[in-house]
């Protein structure tokens, strides 16, 4: 609407012209002209206050003079207000963010709060949201267009100071650091949804602590990893003794259980000899060497006859 304002200007200026020449030069004609393009031109800078575009992911608030703020917000797209007794303020409607130590439209950079223990901690926090659209009528009335600087950024200060009170300094920095981020960010819901202000997410990107309590808690963990190290290099040790017993013990096992099958066998073959005595007999013939003939004559005399013999009598 800038270029058609522009042009408006100019046909009113030009009628304006017009008209003054005409009164010095008595020219009906001139003077005609000039009404026609003052008329013209206040008509079109007229029109043109009366359309306003409403950018993509915004909303617009209508202030009336006469009625105040209206509650019925405007969408998206050309809107047809009043002009001059009607004027239209833009919210953006999409999500943003803001940093508090990289952000140098702020006066404050990193957040100062105190630990359980009193020790000084500075946080640094990222903090993304946007406001809810249906409700920025209720954020112009209240806020203005400011919000981000008279609601969102010291309800963050102060949510992130009560809760780093709640922790020790070591903590906030290693085992609870996700529990503290969470904690602040269930609180700044809540207190930002009263402004009409919705959250999408909180970081703390950058938390410092003393530099002497650092280096207390940095020895602790070299000292605490050390003493890691020692009792995984013990249980490997015993797990390397007790492979090493156990070994012994199926050996020791395996002995006593051959030792008790052989002595088992030898009881099982006494009993056998005892019972069929001319199992020795048989045993006997195995061990003979092979060039020996003989035959076992199974009887009560347990004889052994030379089968050479028999054949060729007269051989010693």
């Known amino acids: 609407m800038g270029f058609i304002s522009l042009i408006?200007?100019?046909?009113v200026v030009l009628g304006l012209v017009l008209i003054v020449q005409s009164f010095q030069r008595q020219s009906p004609t001139t003077r005609g002209f000039g009404v026609l393009g003052l008329i013209a031109g206040l008509a079109i800078m007229f029109l043109s206050q009366a359309f306003v575009v409403i950018p993509a992911g915004h909303v617009g608030v209508v202030f009336?003079?006469?009625s105040g703020v209206q509650q019925k917000e405007l969408g998206e797209g050309l809107k047809l207000v009043l002009p001059v007794v009607q004027q239209v303020s833009l919210y953006d409607a999409r999500e943003q963010s803001f940093t508090f130590a990289t952000d140098t439209d702020a006066n404050d950079s990193f957040i100062e709060a105190l630990s359980q223990e009193g020790l000084?901690?500075?946080?640094?926090a990222t903090i993304r949201y946007k406001i809810i659209p249906s409700e920025a009528a209720d954020i112009y009335q209240n806020l203005g267009m400011d919000y981000v600087s008279r609601l969102v950024r010291p309800q963050v200060r102060s949510v992130i100071r009560n809760a780093v009170a709640n922790y020790k300094a070591a903590e906030v920095i290693s085992t609870r650091?996700?529990?503290?981020?969470?904690?602040?960010?269930?609180?700044?819901?809540?207190?930002?949804?009263?402004?009409n202000i919705e959250l999408v997410e909180v970081l703390l990107r950058d938390i410092r602590i003393p530099a002497s309590v650092r280096q207390v808690?940095?020895?602790?963990?070299?000292?605490?990893?050390?003493?890691e190290v020692e009792e995984n290099l013990r249980r490997q040790a015993e797990i390397a003794a007790q492979r090493v017993v156990t070994q012994a013990q199926g050996e020791r096992d395996a002995a006593i259980a051959k030792a008790q099958g052989e002595a088992e066998a030898l009881a099982l073959k006494g009993r056998a000899i005892r019972e069929n005595?001319?199992?020795v007999q048989l045993e006997i013939a195995q061990r003979l060497a092979p060039t020996i003939s003989t035959i076992m004559l199974p009887n009560e005399g347990n004889f052994l006859l030379d089968v050479r013999n028999l054949?060729?009598?007269n051989t010693p």
């Open 311 to 313: 054949v060729n009598p």
């Open 8 to 11: 408006a200007l100019a046909l």
């Open 64 to 66: 009336n003079v006469f």
């Open 277 to 279: 005595p001319e199992i």
């Open 120 to 124: 000084q901690i500075e946080v640094d």
């Open 177 to 195: 650091r996700t529990e503290l981020e969470q904690e602040v960010s269930a609180a700044l819901v809540t207190s930002l949804n009263k402004g």
């Open 217 to 227: 808690i940095e020895e602790k963990q070299t000292a605490e990893q050390r003493v």
